[in-house]
């Protein structure tokens, strides 16, 4: 049971471009909403996040656009550079079943890659 | 901060046989959750750890097992491997008790079931 669905699997954008990828759910009880990148032989690493109350944030060159009531939210990534290939999942949070800590349910992930 | 670490990075087991994957967390953390990552999938969760207690298991066979000891670390034990075991299995730390921090990756352990 997939909570939360990624598109596109994979992206080629040019330098400079802009890479955009996108996430929809269905629980509402996610109440936070991460970004992470992953390269090749690494473990994930936290780009940026929202939470459901705020409809954007940017970082620098990433922002997250946020629709809370059509449960979708993206990833924009301006003027990519090609040390931004890497893979990035869209994750949401909730609660564990006994309340006491956070879990996260991610995405299937999307493989950028930025030609130079 | 030597954040989260993982050992071993990576593992090559036979099918059949048992594995222990172990991590111990970033400084300060007191939550262990493990995750499956199949080879271009999204991570899965697997279990999450809290006061060397299981909080919460997902979608995941009794072969898998875990522990938490009382200086955060835990171990991932997986019985009877089969092919189908081979993934990249990470584990995040964090802090309980809903304090909002985020969750920490290691590098994960690269498991090959032959």
């Known amino acids: 049971q997939q909570q939360v669905k990624q598109s596109p699997q994979s992206l080629i954008v040019q330098k400079g471009g802009i890479s955009i990828i996108n996430c929809a759910y269905e629980?509402?009880?996610?109440?936070?909403f991460p970004w992470y990148q992953q390269f090749p032989g690494k473990g994930p690493a936290l780009l940026i996040a929202?939470?459901?109350?705020?409809s954007e944030k940017k970082e620098g060159r990433f922002t997250i656009s946020f629709n809370k009531s059509a449960k979708q939210f993206s990833l924009h990534i301006m003027d990519s550079q090609p040390g931004d290939s890497a893979t990035y999942f869209c994750a949401a949070r909730t609660l564990n079943s006994g309340g006491s800590n956070y879990k996260l349910t991610f995405g299937k992930g999307t493989l950028l890659t930025v030609n130079p | 901060d030597a954040g989260v670490t993982q050992s071993p990075t990576h593992l090559i087991k036979t099918r059949g046989q048992q594995v222990t994957l172990r991590c111990s967390p970033k400084s300060g953390h007191d939550t262990v959750s493990w995750y499956q990552q199949a080879l271009g999938q999204g991570p899965q969760f697997i279990f999450q750890y809290y006061e060397e207690e299981e909080r919460q298991r997902g979608n995941f066979p009794d072969r898998f097992s875990g522990h938490q000891f009382p200086n955060y670390s835990s171990e991932l034990n997986v019985n009877a491997l089969l092919l189908g075991d081979s993934a990249l299995y990470l584990c995040?730390?964090?802090?309980?008790?809903?304090?909002?921090?985020?969750?920490?990756f290691g590098q994960g352990t690269r498991l090959t079931v032959v």
């Open positions: 995040a730390s964090s802090l309980g008790l809903l304090i909002n921090t985020e969750a920490f």
């Open positions: 929202i939470r459901p109350d705020v």
């Open positions: 629980n509402t009880a996610f109440d936070y």
